[in-house]
């Protein structure tokens, strides 16, 4: 029969932390929003373009790439 050797709790301890952590998730980040001023999603796209590819309206300023898709019918 083997014999079972115990680390040194310190390490279970280190190795638990490790584990805990890694398991986190990240922090969501609101995309980059520099472009026009705006108070509205509407703003930020062509007034016809109501479906597809749409930038949306982040603390009053457009983002620079659309990040928002909303399927056509």
């Known amino acids: 029969?083997?014999?079972l050797h115990l680390k040194?709790?310190?390490l279970t301890v280190l190795v638990s932390i490790g584990l805990l952590g890694a398991?986190?998730?990240r922090k969501l980040e609101e995309p980059q929003a520099m472009g026009q001023a705006c108070e509205s999603?509407?703003?930020?796209n062509a007034p016809s373009l109501r479906c597809?590819?749409?930038r949306v309206c982040v603390r009053n300023r457009c983002e620079q790439t659309p990040s928002l898709?909303?399927?056509?019918r």
């Open 23 to 25: 398991g986190c998730p």
């Open 1 to 3: 029969m083997p014999v």
């Open 52 to 54: 597809g590819a749409l």
């Open 8 to 10: 040194p709790w310190w």
């Open 41 to 44: 999603n509407a703003d930020c």
């Open 69 to 72: 898709y909303i399927p056509c």
